[in-house]
């Protein structure tokens, strides 16, 4: 089956400002950009974007839009490989990676709209129901804040699993780590699952020691405890520790995810849709996993992972974070409550289900390096 030709491949920059201060073990932060593409065939138009640096858009633009225009709407792993291809003299890891990640959602969707089929069942559902954990719990945070998004999640939204940010500046506030963890542990109760991330901010000795002071506390899932740049570090403190160790989030490519899966690196290999390659790359990512008898995890961006998360028979869950389910609900139509634990993609709708709310998104934009030079994304 052949579809319509790609007509338009366009990218929009929009910044948002955090509702406050965020930052945790390795990085602080106050605004996010968020690089949206859209994709166009026949009388569809497909959505995708990642938070990301508004180069993205450029290289889009000036690197992607070529490449895709004229192709068959309908071969999104063809399109994906000419893509990754275009790149190989720029490098894949990060910006390119992003950008690429963005069409290729776009084009999933655009697919699926094209066919008035949900993303889920083009895909090939797997699950109804997409379990999730509450996340943010940012080492800027004062108790009080802790205190009242862990209760938001917990008791209003009924979500039976959080994580909380530690190894904040770099592992250098261990006794703060501590106590925050133990905070999260009695605000949550005991029945709660209760997740760390340290965003690579300790050193492999220092976790080790800290999974053990965390045992008290029960936690479960401890998320990079150093680098996923690092994966024999990785190994050597999943080997001493109790929690599940998990990276992934920073896997640009296949490769980068094998590399943890063939090092013992982690119990639950993490994937992001908006990083990794799309959805493309997150299907092979995720079945990579399962060829190891690993799960896979969802990082971040919620709504975008939803269906391609129901379409993984290994899924563990997908991660509800709180800034980018905030910038979705702000300007999206369509997006999804984890009330109880889960998130549920609408079989009802075409695509992934998401439309941009133009009108509320337009005071966020921003032009983009290449419309600033030319006029415009081609």
């Not at 993205?56 to 999104?76: I, K």
């Not at 998004?149 to 770099?170: C, D, H, Y």
């Not at 501590?178 to 492999?204: C, K, Q, S």
Request: aromatic residues 6%.
């Amino acid at each position: 089956m052949t579809g319509p030709k790609i007509t338009a491949l366009d990218a929009a920059v929009y910044v948002v400002p955090t509702d406050a201060p965020e930052g945790d073990g390795t990085l602080a932060w106050d605004k996010t950009t968020m690089v949206v593409v859209t994709a166009q065939a026949g009388n569809e138009r497909g959505l995708g974007w990642s938070y990301t640096a508004a180069a993205a858009a450029t290289l889009v633009g000036e690197m992607l839009a070529d490449v895709d225009r004229g192709r068959d709407a309908f071969d999104v792993a063809g399109t994906a490989e000419a893509m990754a291809r275009q790149v190989r003299n720029v490098g894949r890891p990060g910006i390119a990676a992003m950008a690429i990640s963005a069409v290729d959602i776009a084009l999933w969707d655009l697919k699926a709209r094209l066919l008035g089929v949900p993303l889920s069942g083009l895909l090939g559902r797997a699950r109804d129901d997409v379990p999730v954990y509450g996340s943010g719990g940012f080492t800027t945070y004062s108790d009080d804040q802790t205190r009242e998004q862990l209760t938001g999640w917990t008791e209003k939204q009924r979500i039976p699993r959080v994580k909380i940010k530690i190894g904040e500046s770099w592992g250098s506030e261990e006794r703060r780590d501590l106590a925050r963890v133990r905070l999260a542990r009695e605000v949550i109760g005991p029945d709660a699952e209760l997740y760390v991330d340290a965003n690579g901010g300790y050193t492999a000795g220092q976790a080790v020691r800290v999974a053990a002071a965390m045992e008290e506390y029960g936690v479960t899932w401890f998320e990079e405890p150093v680098s996923s740049r690092d994966p024999a570090g990785l190994a050597a403190i999943r080997r001493q520790v109790r929690p599940d160790v998990t990276a992934g989030e920073y896997s640009w490519s296949l490769a980068d995810s094998a590399a943890l899966i063939s090092a013992g690196a982690v119990d639950c290999l993490q994937l992001d849709v908006t990083r990794c390659g799309g959805v493309t790359e997150f299907l092979r990512g995720a079945a990579l996993a399962a060829a190891d008898n690993l799960q896979v995890s969802g990082h971040c961006a919620p709504n975008l992972h939803a269906h391609v998360a129901a379409a993984i028979p290994n899924l563990r869950h997908l991660e509800y974070f709180h800034d980018h389910q905030r910038i979705e609900g702000m300007l999206f139509d369509g997006t999804l409550a984890p009330d109880g634990g889960a998130m549920h993609p609408d079989p009802g709708r075409p695509g992934h289900g998401l439309t941009l709310r133009e009108a509320d998104a337009e005071p966020f934009r921003r032009l983009p390096l290449l419309s600033m030079r030319r006029g415009g994304s081609r």
